[in-house]
């Protein structure tokens, strides 16, 4: 009995310390606090690109787009950020990744696959794998700030759009198998329909 005892005390801490890795997000954990250093381009510009090309004037503004345009709540899929930067992304470029009002800038990055286009206008940041679940609030929010300015440029990665009134053609009821999909997609369409719900 003494031996039993003696390993319960020796495992209930070991649990406590590996229960304790703070909340997670979509992109990754978060930690006990907003990572404080912020990972800029400066850090990863031999990986996308060797030679950089100097600022040139032009009147295009800078845009942040995302691919799919608006948030997926329904399955997992790649996440793409796309800079366009008319000056072209330099090595002093910086950007940063809000979810929820946390910088998980670092996480992000670390598990994306970042890449330049030849002329150095356009940067991608392809992150596999993102999963949003409907059931959460889903503040994404990029910020990118050229080399030599001061001036940030904000994007919010929009909501999906669903009207309540719209009946469109039922989605995906994936993760679903295809016998109950087939089994109760008839009835949702039927029931939606009666009572003028999408």
Not at 33 to 53: L, T, V
Not at 115 to 126: I, M, P, S, V
Request: charged share 20%.
């Amino acid at each position: 009995m003494k031996r039993h005892k003696n390993s319960l005390f020796i495992f209930a801490p070991l649990v406590l310390v590996l229960s304790c890795a703070g909340p997670t997000s979509p992109f990754g954990g978060l930690g006990f606090s907003p990572p404080k250093k912020q990972k800029n381009f400066r850090h990863i510009a031999g990986e996308i690109d060797a030679s950089e090309k100097a600022d040139t004037f032009s009147t295009e503004p800078i845009s942040i787009n995302f691919f799919p345009k608006k948030q997926n709540l329904h399955e997992t899929n790649q996440f793409t950020v796309e800079i366009f930067d008319p000056a072209g992304v330099g090595p002093l470029s910086q950007i940063q990744l809000f979810y929820n009002k946390r910088d998980v800038t670092n996480f992000w990055i670390s598990r994306a696959q970042v890449f330049k286009t030849e002329e150095g206008r356009k940067l991608y940041l392809n992150f596999e794998g993102l999963k949003l679940p409907a059931a959460r609030d889903h503040q994404i929010i990029v910020r990118y700030q050229h080399g030599h300015t001061k001036n940030y440029t904000t994007s919010r990665y929009e909501l999906p759009e669903c009207s309540m009134a719209g009946l469109e053609p039922l989605g995906k009821l994936s993760p679903f198998s295809t016998e109950i999909t087939k089994r109760y997609e008839p009835l949702i369409e039927g029931l939606s329909g009666q009572e003028g719900v999408n």
